[in-house]
């Protein structure tokens, strides 16, 4: 190391062998200069193209997520479907009260339930929304000229009370048990879980899915993907969000209901224990013979007494 300060005469010989005294400032700049030249010259060696032509230097791939091209994303998300309810009366609810004739329900049961296009119909129009627990099913094919990777799915949520209006439980199906990735929207910072199958069903296990599972798409390759949703305090919309890892950076893109947020709600205050329709200000439940008026009263009284 050679110090400024206390550095001797350095001497050189020039073609006359004759030595010539050089100052210390005169050395290190000397120096200096001689190390700039060789960094460079690699630095100009480095970036030359395989055929010998001189390539620009190329900053590094941005790696903060930012919008997939709207014309070109990663991923196409072909359907999108739900959410539909994971409970066995596939349980929904309405935020106002609805009164329906015998008559007005005798028709609900035999025209508007077993038509899928007038039950969705119904449904948009009475805001109708799943209660608890639901599955969103989403359809994807890689649209990326290389390989890609789904490495998280974000979830822009905003919460506030159960709705309260009517409650339908239809007669039992059983309960949907096939979906292996979910979020508890009623936490602060939804992530996505790993569901692990177990005896009793599958079972919320804390684990974040990605940390233990790889979703990668091909270009043209298809894949579903099944995001299950779960709130017991509040009523939420939400929109899900895919970030991609692609060979320009991570992109995100958003996954919402045909330019609507999804929307998903715990069962209605009521006694502590007690299940619906008990909370509701009205409610009806589909039976064997068909649908019939339920009375949430006479449920949370009975709820209370035991």
């Keep these: 190391m050679l ?30 200069l001689a190390a700039g030249a060789a960094v460079g010259g690699t630095l100009w060696w480095q970036s030359r193209d395989a055929d010998g032509g001189v390539d620009r230097a190329r900053p590094p791939a941005d790696t903060r997520p930012r919008p997939a091209p709207s014309g070109s994303p990663p991923v196409l998300v072909a359907s999108v479907t739900g959410p539909v309810s994971d409970l066995p009366g596939r349980d929904f609810a309405l935020p106002d009260a609805l009164r329906m004739s015998e008559a007005e329900l005798a028709r ?43 490495t998280d799915i974000n979830v822009h ?10 409650h339908f439980e239809g007669h039992s199906q059983g ?13 602060a910072d939804p992530y996505p879980q790993l569901r692990a199958r177990t005896g009793a069903g599958l079972k919320w ?14 270009p043209g ?13 509040h009523r939420c919309s939400f929109t899900l969000e895919l970030a991609v890892a692609t060979r320009d950076g991570v992109l995100t893109q958003q996954i919402d209901r045909q330019g609507k947020p999804f929307e998903l709600t715990a ?40």
């Design 267 to 306: 069962r209605a205050p009521a006694v502590q224990g007690s299940r619906p329709p008990a909370g509701y200000r009205a409610a009806y439940a589909q039976d064997r013979d068909g649908w019939h008026p339920a009375d949430p009263a006479a449920a949370a009284a009975m709820e209370a007494d035991r």
């Design 108 to 150: 609900f049961g035999s025209e508007i339930v077993p038509d899928s296009a007038a039950f969705a119909s119904w449904y948009d129009r009475h805001g109708a929304v799943v209660t608890e627990s639901g599955t969103i099913t989403v359809a994807l094919r890689g649209n990326a000229a290389e390989e890609v990777q789904v």
């Design 157 to 166: 949520k905003k919460c506030g009370p159960p709705l309260d209006g009517t």
């Design 205 to 218: 296990t804390r684990r974040n899915y990605f940390d233990e599972q790889t979703l990668t798409l091909k």
């Design 3 to 32: 110090a400024v300060g206390s550095a001797q005469n350095i001497f050189y010989h020039g073609s006359d062998r004759s030595g010539r005294a050089v100052g210390p400032l005169t050395a290190v700049l000397c120096l200096l």
């Design 221 to 233: 390759e298809r894949e579903t993907l099944s995001v299950g949703v779960i709130s017991t305090r």
């Design 175 to 187: 309960g949907g048990d096939t979906v292996a990735i979910g979020f508890d929207l009623d936490a």
